[in-house]
């Protein structure tokens, strides 16, 4: 009898006279051809997982009828090397697998030079029980076919596959004989067995290794001296559950190839990729041997482990970069004290999300290499281009350690990071000037105190639209050096010929600073397309009005209309706007023409009566000898 594996509910041994139904559904385009080894016999899988131990020879004469012989040897994403079949390739078995070294009777049972371990009860024909391994608590292990079985039992216990049950009937020349055992089993008794076969390995063994998934992009695989973090069930290979790392709510952590795991673990963890799911089947000498662990496993026992490895890194790993998304343009990067404003995603090596960006709707901002964030992330963010994308893979000591940081990422974990860098700055900058179009003639360029007429669009690094002069009609109108726009403008708008065109970048420390103003993030570099439409020559700072030329030697009489010895605001006003009207003169440009009156009028009525007196008049070239202008 044997009891046979059965993954996917159906029975390869059958007549392959049955057709179609040999094999699952889905399964009729591939053929895995990996040859997996064990004491130096092959066996046969196919793509979803047909056991190891399968007889071969019905095996294939089941494949016969489904497959032809000329597929394509592929990488499948998930089941590793396959043949592929289209068509009516689907005939025969192809001849490669016959020829890749398959030989008959090539099976994964009970052999000659075996160690095995099994329950039995052991009674006579009468039903009388004379032995059980049950009743002491602990199993059987041995070789078989070395003599140290009765004959009957080494015979019998050959060709068992794991699990599989027997009734043993041993006749007394293969038995005890004639002599039996004294006070335990007569002369001349026939034996009976039932026998379950829980384990078998070979001393030529190694851990065999399965890959039940592997993902599609693989940057690098476990090696010796690795940290690796994983999550397992162990069992034994009858199955029987000894421990799980996700009963415990925490993976397992250590190091590779340094002794603090069992051999075969160490061995069968080597290659294995982050996010990789494998069954490791490791002999008893290479795991816990004849002491076993606890009373979880016995002496002699193989371990079954499915792991899933959940990230890996090097105490000498440094931090790894990858460039998702690179701008066309990039005028600088990133330095050592420069501030930045990114989004990103922050997720374990597994693809677990710990934290976004997104999900606050606010960049984090920051300054680079002065320590405010992980080192991981101080190093990774340095050289990057505003608008670029980059992938940041910080091992844990340039992360959060072996502590790890709250209940989402936890010790000894790598982060990853998907980066989208916003904008960034250096306390130093100036305002950055690009010239886009300047007019063959210019004579006059736009200065401080100027009265100018502009067009703008203002928008963040990333393109997003903030502000434009256009959605109101006209251009915006401003006094350079008024205070009336931000000092970073101020500063791009000199120097400019009507007509000129010019792109700003402006550091937030000359925009609207870490508070941002409506609209506007704190600590935003913005970027604005202006043009200059008019521009008007502005006064002297403190003048609302010069004369092109020298002023009247009469001046008090010539506003004195009435001559009554006193100027009211209305003979002062009619007397500014004439001058203004005649050319000799002019008022601060860009404000009210009466406000400004008013303002200057005010200046000379010292005593506030409402009206101006000859000591009360006074131009501004007698205030202060500085002035090259004169000034009421």
Not at 91 to 96: M, P
Not at 117 to 135: A, E, I, K, L, M
Not at 360 to 379: A, C, K, L
Not at 626 to 632: F, I, N, S
Request: aromatic fraction near 8%; charge should be negative.
């Amino acid at each position: 009898m044997s009891a046979i594996q059965n993954l996917h509910s159906f029975d390869p041994f059958a007549d392959a006279s049955k057709g179609d139904d040999l094999l699952p559904a889905g399964t009729e385009d591939y053929i895995h051809i990996r040859i997996q080894q064990r004491n130096g016999r092959k066996t046969l899988t196919t793509v979803q997982g047909i056991a190891d131990d399968y007889d071969k020879k019905k095996l294939v004469k089941a494949f016969k009828k489904k497959f032809a012989c000329n597929g394509t040897v592929i990488e499948h994403p998930e089941y590793g090397e396959v043949i592929q079949l289209q068509g009516d390739q689907r005939k025969n078995i192809c001849q490669f697998l016959v020829e890749i070294g398959l030989a008959k009777d090539d099976q994964l049972k009970v052999q000659i030079g075996d160690f095995i371990r099994y329950h039995y009860n052991g009674s006579f024909q009468d039903g009388r029980q004379f032995d059980s391994s049950y009743d002491r608590g602990a199993t059987v292990a041995g070789v078989v076919g070395v003599g140290r079985l009765i004959t009957g039992m080494d015979r019998g216990l050959q060709g068992m596959c794991v699990n599989e049950r027997r009734h043993l009937i041993v006749p007394p020349h293969l038995g005890y004989g004639s002599i039996g055992v004294a006070g335990l089993i007569p002369p001349d008794a026939t034996l009976y067995f039932d026998v379950i076969l829980l384990d078998i390995w070979n001393k030529e063994d190694k851990p065999q290794v399965t890959t039940l998934f592997r993902p599609p992009s693989c940057n690098r695989t476990v090696q010796d001296s690795d940290f690796v973090r994983y999550h397992y069930n162990g069992t034994l290979l009858d199955g029987t559950h000894f421990d799980s790392s996700y009963s415990k709510g925490s993976t397992y952590d250590t190091y590779i190839g340094s002794g603090w795991l069992i051999k075969g673990m160490d061995q069968g963890l080597l290659g294995t990729c982050a996010g990789e799911r494998r069954k490791i089947i490791i002999p008893p000498f290479l795991a816990y041997g004849e002491k076993g662990y606890g009373t979880a496993i016995p002496p002699q026992a193989s371990l079954v482990f499915h792991v899933l490895l959940v990230d890996l890194h090097n105490p000498k790993d440094g931090v790894q970069l990858e460039t998702l998304v690179q701008p066309p343009e990039c005028g600088r990067t990133a330095v050592a004290g420069d501030f930045i404003r990114y989004h990103y995603n922050g997720s374990l090596l597994d693809g677990t999300l710990f934290d976004s960006s997104y999900s606050r709707n606010h960049t984090y901002n920051t300054y680079i290499g002065q320590g405010y964030i992980i080192p991981g992330m101080d190093q990774g963010l340095q050289g990057v281009c505003i608008g670029e994308k980059r992938r940041i893979t910080v091992p844990p000591h340039l992360a959060y350690g072996e502590n790890g940081a709250g209940d989402k990422i936890p010790g000894s974990a790598v982060l990853v990071f998907d980066v989208h860098v916003i904008d960034f700055h250096n306390p130093a900058d100036p305002v950055e000037v690009q010239t886009l179009v300047r007019p063959e003639s210019c004579n006059e360029t736009s200065r401080l105190r100027d009265y100018v007429r502009y067009h703008y669009n203002c928008s963040l690094m990333d393109g997003t639209r903030l502000f434009s002069s256009h959605d109101y009609g006209q251009p915006q109108e401003a006094t350079l050096g008024a205070n009336t726009v931000i000092e970073g403008l101020n500063t791009g708008l000199q120097g400019m010929c009507v007509g000129e065109q010019r792109r700003l970048v402006i550091p937030p420390h000359l925009g609207h600073g870490e508070h941002g103003a409506r609209g506007v993030p704190g600590s935003a570099v913005l970027l604005f397309e202006v043009e200059l439409v008019t521009l008007e020559e502005g006064l002297p700072e403190g003048y609302l009005f010069v004369w092109h030329g020298d002023p009247p030697g009469s001046l008090y009489q010539d506003m004195d209309r009435d001559q009554d010895g006193q100027i009211p605001l209305e003979e002062f006003s009619t007397f500014i706007k004439a001058q203004v009207a005649e050319g000799k003169g002019r008022l601060l440009p860009g404000q009210d023409p009466d406000k400004t009156i008013g303002d200057m009028f005010r200046n000379q009525d010292r005593n506030q009566d409402g009206t101006i007196t000859s000591a009360e008049l006074k131009l501004k070239s007698d205030e202060d000898q500085e002035r090259t202008h004169e000034e009421l």
